[in-house]
């Protein structure tokens, strides 16, 4: 089985940055980041290739957010800059054959970390 483990989650105030990680065991697969707020579906946020070649972003995070993966080390990174306090999510990272929006196309997924924006 792919384990994925999320980490560099936590509090920050608006307008800040944060860098998380998704460390994968096992094969490489193309990579994608969703959030889930209390209350509200699973949103989409960012995926690439599992090259690298290619990214996809959500609207709401285009320009603030960044993701990025070194496949020798086998980790996806999501680097958010210019944070909001919507933002304000449990992050998590899939990993999956395919790159899309839709959840169901990972197959794989981490235990989530926590984002907080203040302000």
């Known amino acids: 089985q792919v384990q994925l483990v999320e980490s560099g989650g936590g509090l920050v105030q608006a307008g800040g940055s944060l860098r998380l990680s998704c460390a994968a065991s096992g094969r490489t697969f193309s990579g994608g980041w969703f959030r889930q707020a209390p209350g509200k579906e699973r949103e989409f946020v960012a995926a690439i290739t599992w090259s690298g070649s290619r990214t996809y972003y959500a609207d709401s995070v285009k320009g603030r957010f960044t993701i990025s993966r070194d496949n020798a080390k086998n980790q996806v990174y999501l680097q958010m800059n210019s944070l909001k306090p919507e933002d304000t999510a449990v992050y998590y990272c899939?990993?999956?054959?395919?790159?899309?929006?839709?959840?169901?196309?990972?197959?794989?997924w981490g235990q989530g970390t926590q984002v907080t924006v203040s302000s």
């Open positions: 899939a990993a999956g054959w395919t790159t899309g929006s839709g959840p169901g196309e990972y197959d794989y």
